[in-house]
T-cell receptor, first 115, second 115 residues
Framework: GAGVSQSPRYKVAKRGQDVALRCDPI?????LFWYQQALGQGPEFLTY????????KSGLPSDRFFAERPEGSVSTLKIQRTQQEDSAVYLC?????????????FGQGTRLTVV | AQSVTQLDSHVSVSEGTPVLLRCNYS??????LFWYVQHPNKGLQLLLK??????LVKGINGFEAEFKKSETSFHLTKPSAHMSDAAEYFC?????????????FGTGTSLTVIP
C-alpha cells in the first residue's frame, strides 16, 4: 500500500483480555517502530525492528507486551491480560533503513480502550 | 543520549499572525531533527526535516525551521497562521545508536488558532 496501515483502528477490550494489533509497513521498509501515545501525551517508544530482528524492546512497559515481525514485514503487537492503564493509541511507524536523516512514516494508530 | 524539549505545551495565536513553536534538543553528536504535526484523530505527518545540508529548512504548508547548533534549538515558524494549522506539533530527534536509527519525541505543543 501507499502508507503504513494499522488494524484495527479501534479496539475495546475487557480488562484481562488479550489483544493483538497489526501493522503493515510501507513495502521494503527495513525499520519498524511501535509507540504508545497516552491521551494528551507525546508518543513513547516501545520497540524497534530491523527486518525480522527485534533490536530494542526497552520501551515495553511489562512482560505482558510482546511484539513480533517474523518475516520482516508485517508486525503484531500483543498485549496479554490487558489493564486499564494500557488504554492508549498505539502507533506503528516504518522507515527505509538505517541511514541517518530518513524520516519515519506513521500509521493512523490503533486506539485501545480497556474497560 | 538524545532528547528534545518542547518549551511550550500550548500556544495560541490569532489567524494571520506569526507562529513560533520552540524546540531544544540534546544530542551527543550531530542529530537529525524533524517536526511532525498531528491533527485530531489523524496520523502523524512530517512537516519538515533537518538533514545538515542547510540550517534553514522549508517544509509543507508554509512552515520553516532553523537549526541553530550554538543554541541547540530547532524552532518551528510560520509567517501567518491559518485556521487549518490548529493541531498538535511534535519535535523529534533521531540518530544512529547501538541498535539503529531511533526517533525520540518531545511532549508536544498544542497550537490553537483564534479567528
Amino acid at each position: 500500500g501507499a502508507g503504513v496501515s494499522q488494524s484495527p483502528r479501534y479496539k475495546v477490550a475487557k480488562r484481562g483480555q488479550d489483544v493483538a494489533l497489526r501493522c503493515d509497513p510501507i513495502s521494503g521498509h527495513v525499520s519498524l517502530f511501535w509507540y504508545q501515545q497516552a491521551l494528551g501525551q507525546g508518543p513513547e517508544f516501545l520497540t524497534y525492528f530491523q527486518n525480522e530482528a527485534q533490536l530494542d524492546k526497552s520501551g515495553l512497559p511489562s512482560d505482558r507486551f510482546f511484539a513480533e515481525r517474523p518475516e520482516g514485514s508485517v508486525s503484531t503487537l500483543k498485549i496479554q491480560r490487558t489493564q486499564q492503564e494500557d488504554s492508549a493509541v498505539y502507533l506503528c511507524a516504518s522507515s527505509p533503513g538505517q541511514r541517518e536523516n530518513t524520516e519515519a512514516f506513521f500509521g493512523q494508530g490503533t486506539r485501545l480502550t480497556v474497560v | 543520549a538524545q532528547s528534545v524539549t518542547q518549551l511550550d505545551s500550548h500556544v495560541s495565536v490569532s489567524e494571520g499572525t506569526p507562529v513560533l513553536l520552540r524546540c531544544n534538543y540534546s544530542s551527543s553528536y550531530s542529530p537529525s531533527l524533524f517536526w511532525y504535526v498531528q491533527h485530531p484523530n489523524k496520523g502523524l505527518q512530517l512537516l519538515l526535516k533537518y538533514t545538515s545540508a542547510a540550517t534553514l529548512v522549508k517544509g509543507i504548508n508554509g512552515f520553516e525551521a532553523e537549526f541553530k547548533k550554538s543554541e541547540t534549538s530547532f524552532h518551528l515558524t510560520k509567517p501567518s497562521a491559518h485556521m487549518s494549522d490548529a493541531a498538535e506539533y511534535f519535535c523529534v530527534v533521531s540518530g544512529l545508536g547501538n541498535t539503529g536509527n531511533q526517533f525520540y519525541f518531545g511532549t508536544g505543543t498544542s497550537l490553537t488558532v483564534i479567528p
